[in-house]
Nanobody
């Protein structure tokens, strides 16, 4: 069973950048498809980005495409989300998720393993 821990959240001004990391332990990350989700107060959790276990395929929500980049380093058992040109509407708790299968997974219900979340706050 894989365990996930997010880090890198914080407070940033609009237009700034922030990088998130998700460290996996327990099982090699190379066996898992991974993704990033976020949840703002009063809203449902939504997909941000996803990446296949070999990095061959990625998916981005239209709301972040062109601003965010998902990547992974299987040797370090870590998945990353680099966020640029941040907007106040990006404010949310960001979660990483993993599933023991190939391909990209875009649905929340497709993931069995989740981190605890990290808060990202973008001020105007």
């Amino acid at each position: 069973q894989v365990q996930l821990v997010e880090s890198g959240g914080g407070l940033v001004q609009a237009g700034g950048s922030l990088g998130l990391s998700c460290a996996a332990s327990g099982d090699p990350l190379r066996s898992y498809a991974t993704g990033w989700f976020r949840q703002a107060p009063g809203k449902e959790r939504e997909i941000v980005a996803a990446i296949s276990r070999t990095s061959a395929t990625t998916y981005y929500s239209p709301s972040v495409e062109g601003r965010f980049t998902i990547s992974r380093d299987n040797r370090k058992n870590t998945v990353y989300l680099q966020m640029t040109n941040l907007k106040p509407e990006d404010t949310a708790v960001y979660y990483c998720a993993a599933e023991l299968r190939p391909g990209v997974i875009m649905k929340e219900r497709g993931y069995d393993y989740w981190g605890q979340g990290t808060q990202v706050t973008v001020s105007s």
